[in-house]
């Protein structure tokens, strides 16, 4: 999606969808020192950082915020 890096210990992702305590998301980028894949789904609970380039809109989320990975 874009070829822009998050900062260290976080991730870029596409909201899929949008619940009362929870966000199911897909990573679109990872930084540096997280072990995780572009492409995957997640669950994120917390705060995601919205990030605004030209005509896309991303989210920024921090690792501790991801609750867990979807097969």
Do not use: W
């Amino acid at each position: 999606m874009t070829k822009l890096r998050p900062p260290d210990g976080r991730v870029f992702v596409s909201l899929d969808k949008k619940h009362k305590y929870q966000m199911d998301v897909t990573i679109t980028a990872v930084g540096n020192g997280v072990d995780l894949e572009v492409g995957k789904k997640v669950c994120v609970v917390g705060k995601m950082q919205r990030v605004e380039l030209q005509d896309i809109e991303i989210y920024s989320v921090s690792v501790d915020n991801i609750a867990f990975l979807y097969e």
